[in-house]
């Protein structure tokens, strides 16, 4: 089997979630409630049985999807802080 890498696969997001509410005396918004947190994310590419098969990119006459549209996000960890 052909190896297949990426640049890749494993990546931590840190993120900052609010939510807004207008106000009602002023034209505007206030923040309402707010998450700060870290995810890992995984993506992965399926072979053979367990997904969709790959198409084989070295056959000229082949299918050439790009290999993104193949992945699998995982949310791996995900800590609230």
């Known amino acids: 089997m052909p ?3 990426t640049q890749s696969n494993v990546f931590r997001v840190h993120l900052i979630a609010q939510s807004l509410r207008s ?19 995984r993506r992965e ?23 993104g549209t193949f992945a699998r996000w995982q949310i791996g960890v995900f800590n609230a802080f």
């Open 45 to 67: 590419i399926p072979f053979g049985n367990r997904g969709e098969d790959l198409p084989d990119y070295l056959s000229a006459g082949s299918e050439k999807r790009h290999l």
């Open 3 to 5: 190896r297949l890498a």
């Open 23 to 41: 106000k009602r005396s002023d034209s505007g918004f206030e923040v309402s409630g707010e998450l700060r947190g870290l995810a890992l994310l």
